[in-house]
């Protein structure tokens, strides 16, 4: 008998039984097929996800140098005492068998709940750990448990520290004395690091840390990812150019077992550096900028007329950027913050400029007729322009001067009695002129954009008051409610040296940077423009800035002392202008000192001796001038 008759014989039951076996035999047999041919990629992709994870490491920042090499900003190492929690499980598993057969012998009500057991045991463990660093360096350290349950749920693959920013002495120690063995490991990450303190702080700006890198062409993009903590820029040369100097960001693949807790590595990208920067500043020439404004709150600018290099950017009061790295601390933040320290004066202050504006007042005369070098006034000590009386810094008065003299002595009375011929329109239109209604646009962050050449139109539109005779006459030496930055004076100043109308100021150093041609588009005739420099050249010899002197050299100058009523009484703000050599400028300097109430300065006294080192040593390294 064959198997067909064997089969025919069987019971229909049997044969019904047989039927559904085979028929789920192959569906089973299909699904299988298809889960292996067709869902093979997704089932993988799904298996990557839950045994696989991906920790991203930052890049260190690039350095910044200064126009002749000199490191103002790089990466220090950054010591700390850390342990991997996944090695320290046999330890949990122990401590917390330890807690449970002790809760076991008080009443119920008094045993803590499981899970809060837990976290003491791990609390327990890490303590132990931390006692031991805290022996061998003699401090008293202290964890938290919130930190280490944080760390188990965000950062489970990541290093715990148990002690962060040691100094070298103290790594030292710990790689003499901490076991080979032991879980804690010494591990040197790297800080921001600026080597002179505080020079150019506002310039340089400061790097805070950020989770937000980039991260985008590295691979694992759809596994669950940890990322150390990187640096971004907050301020200045930091967070302008903060694409340039972030690092490639390196990573590592880790194949973790069911707790998530690490296994073993599978990918390992090394991060790569950022690129280095170099500015144009002159780190000798900043850090004698500062010193000379001491304690005293102001800044200074000095500018290459020839290139548009910033030489120096100087703003008091400011900070020490090592203090902010690796992290601002609330006291330091307090204390910059009390001191009004963040904001760097150089280009985000507004102030009135005071007599150094009488050099657009007096080109707005000269171009439009109203005055030439004959015209006089005669100086008493004061100047009725209404009811006003408006007094000259020189309550006995200048006698009979013409513009020459005007700008030698700061006469103030000369300018209300010819400002109100010259008229706002005119005195306005050549402000715009020169662009101080407009910001610089130098390579820095957050520059002042509300600056203020006020007009007819605008006191009309901004106040719905008429202009008087008073506003001209205020206008006129550079008060009332003009309001332009230091920068914009020095970038004035340097325009009017080279006879433009623009200067526009870089901070990135190009060594093939070529002298840029001037466009002479002043357009000034040589009689008045050289009527003003004779008069700014007298005043750097026996003016109100002849303390500005360098021997063998021709410098055009000019002073302003600037009155600011406020609420809490009156301040006067020290300014002073110049550039040299005459014959072919080569630097042009602004520096502006922000009186406190009380204060008596005056430009000449104050602001020049602050402009003068500078000068000196600039011409020193030129070889114009014999060292000292």
């Known amino acids: 008998m064959n198997i067909i008759e064997i089969f025919r014989n069987y019971n229909a039951r049997l044969r019904l039984v047989t039927y559904l076996l085979l028929v789920m035999l192959m569906v089973l047999s299909g699904g299988l097929a298809y889960r292996q041919l067709f869902k093979y990629s997704e089932y993988s992709e799904k298996g990557e996800r839950q045994s696989l994870r991906r920790i991203i490491v930052p890049g260190p920042r690039g350095n910044i140098y200064d126009r002749d090499g000199r490191l103002l900003v790089g990466n220090r190492p950054r010591y700390s005492a850390d342990v991997f929690l996944n090695e320290l499980r046999p330890e949990f598993r122990a401590e917390f068998k330890k807690l449970r057969d002790y809760y076991d012998t008080i009443p119920e009500d008094q045993v803590p709940k499981t899970g809060d057991i837990n976290i003491e045991a791990r609390r327990n463990v890490v303590q132990r750990y931390i006692n031991q660093v805290g022996k061998i360096l003699g401090r008293s350290l202290e964890i938290n448990s919130k930190d280490i349950e944080r760390h188990f749920g965000q950062q489970l693959l990541l290093r715990f520290p148990l002690i962060n920013d040691m100094d070298p002495e103290e790594y030292a120690l710990l790689l003499e004395q901490i076991p080979v063995q032991s879980p804690i490991q010494i591990f040197a990450s790297n800080a921001r690091y600026y080597p002179y303190g505080s020079l150019a702080a506002h310039t340089l700006g400061w790097a805070g840390n950020t989770q937000e890198m980039d991260t985008e062409n590295l691979p694992g993009d759809k596994l669950m990812t940890f990322q150390e903590r990187g640096y971004e820029g907050k301020s200045g040369i930091e967070k302008q150019f903060d694409e340039e100097l972030q690092g490639e960001s390196g990573l590592e693949i880790w194949v973790v077992d069911p707790s998530g807790f690490q296994f073993e590595p599978k990918v390992t990208n090394t991060p790569i550096q950022g690129k280095d920067l170099q500015i144009t500043l002159d780190s000798e020439l900043q850090d004698i900028a500062e010193m000379a404004l001491g304690d005293q709150k102001g800044a200074a600018i000095a500018l290459d007329t020839k290139r548009g290099d910033i030489l120096v950017m100087a703003s008091k009061p400011d900070y020490d950027l090592n203090d902010l790295s690796p992290y601002m601390s609330n006291a330091v933040a307090k204390d910059i913050n009390d001191r009004g320290a963040w904001i760097n004066l150089a280009f985000q202050g507004l102030y009135s400029p005071g007599s150094t504006f009488k050099i657009v007042t007096s080109l707005a005369g000269l171009r439009n007729g109203f005055i030439d070098g004959e015209t006089m006034s005669h100086c008493s000590g004061s100047y009725t322009v209404g009811s006003r009386n408006f007094r000259c810094w020189n309550r006995l008065g200048h006698g009979d001067v013409t513009l020459h003299e005007s700008i030698k002595h700061s006469c103030n009375v000369y300018f209300y009695q010819h400002g109100q011929d010259i008229g706002v329109n005119y005195i306005s239109a050549e402000a715009r002129r020169f662009h101080l209604d407009q910001p610089t646009g130098v390579e820095l962050p957050f ?37 332009v930055t230091p920068l914009q004076m020095a970038c004035f100043t340097a325009a009017f040296a080279r006879k433009e109308t623009e200067f526009k100021p870089t901070i990135i150093y190009d060594p093939y940077r070529q002298a840029i041609p001037s466009k002479r588009d002043i357009k000034a005739s040589d009689t008045d423009y050289n009527l003003i420099l004779d008069g700014m050249e007298a005043a750097a010899i026996d003016g109100t800035a002849k303390l500005i002197k360098v021997p063998g050299v021709r410098i055009a100058a000019k002073t302003g002392t600037a009155q600011v009523q406020t609420p809490d009484g009156m301040r006067h703000l020290a300014w002073s202008i110049c550039f040299a050599p005459i014959e072919d400028p080569e630097i042009a300097i602004a520096v502006m000192i922000d009186g406190q109430f009380g204060d008596s300065l005056g430009g000449g006294s104050t602001s020049v001796p602050i402009a003068q080192p500078i000068l000196q040593r600039f011409f020193e390294k030129m070889g114009h001038v014999a060292s000292r």
């Open 447 to 483: 520059e002042a954009t509300k600056m203020i050449v006020p007009s007819r139109e605008w006191k009309r539109e901004t106040r719905n008051q008429a202009w008087y005779p008073g506003d001209t006459a205020n206008f006129s030496i550079g008060q009332g409610d003009l309001r």
